[in-house]
Nanobody, 124 residues
Framework: QVQLVESGGGLVQAGDSLRLSCVAS????????MGWFRQAPGKEREFVVG????????SYEDSVKGRFTISRDNAKNTVILQINSLKPEDTAVYYC?????????????????WGQGTQVTVSS
């Protein structure tokens, strides 16, 4: 079992930055592929970025490349999503997820554990 708790969301203006954190419980954090997803009002949940177990590989959804950066610290059971140059279309609830696949996957059904989400609202 893994419990995930996100933090760091908020109301910001376009062009601002945010740093989202996800802290995992348990001793086996390094065994999990980690991902961030987001769900905007009235839309399906979508993959944003994933990071491999060691942090050596990452995969970004095209619309966030160059603005979002994911990292993880396995010693601290933490994954970070640094978001720069925020746009109104980034407004969504952001979810941290953990899965046991070996390769990064963008399918939400490949992630077994989910956090409660943190709201990011970007005003224009």
């Amino acid at each position: 079992q893994v419990q995930l708790v996100e933090s760091g969301g908020g109301l910001v203006q376009a062009g601002d930055s945010l740093r989202l954190s996800c802290v995992a419980s348990g001793r086996t954090f390094s065994r999990y592929l980690m991902g961030w997803f987001r769900q905007a009002p009235g839309k399906e949940r979508e993959f944003v970025v994933g990071i491999s177990r060691t942090g050596g590989r990452t995969s970004y959804e095209d619309s966030v490349k160059g603005r979002f950066t994911i990292s993880r610290d396995n010693a601290k059971n933490t994954v970070i999503l640094q978001i720069n140059s925020l746009k109104p279309e980034d407004t969504a609830v952001y979810y941290c997820a953990a899965g046991q696949k070996l390769a990064i996957t963008s399918y939400d059904y490949d992630y077994e554990y989910w956090g409660q989400g943190t709201q990011v609202t970007v005003s224009s």
